[in-house]
């Protein structure tokens, strides 16, 4: 059986009580966040100050991409906040 991640990219962070209920409705298995520092690639997304509410809010994992310049700087910080899985990039 497939594991589905929904993106929370495009995410209404003003409705996201409400986005986060749909997704688990739906039965998704996690949710993955793509995080941008504007220097590792041109835009920027999901801090990790805009994704710490969220842990508490759900009990779904969390798949975080690291698209950042110099990722050993902020893995340890997700690992803090309780996130499942990471993806970086080493280039």
């Given at each position: 059986m497939p594991t589905i991640y929904a993106s929370l990219r495009s995410a209404n962070f003003e409705e996201i009580d409400d986005e986060l209920a749909k997704l688990q409705a739906a039965g998704i298995d996690g949710l993955h966040l793509d995080v941008m520092d504007g220097a590792f690639c041109e835009e920027i997304s999901l801090p990790i100050a805009q994704v710490q509410p969220l842990r508490p809010k759900t009990d779904l994992p969390f798949?975080?991409?690291l698209m950042v310049e110099r990722p050993e700087e902020v893995i340890g910080d997700w690992i803090s906040l309780?996130?499942?899985?990471?993806?970086?990039?080493?280039?």
């Open positions: 798949d975080v991409h309780g996130v499942q899985r990471i993806a970086f990039h080493l280039e």
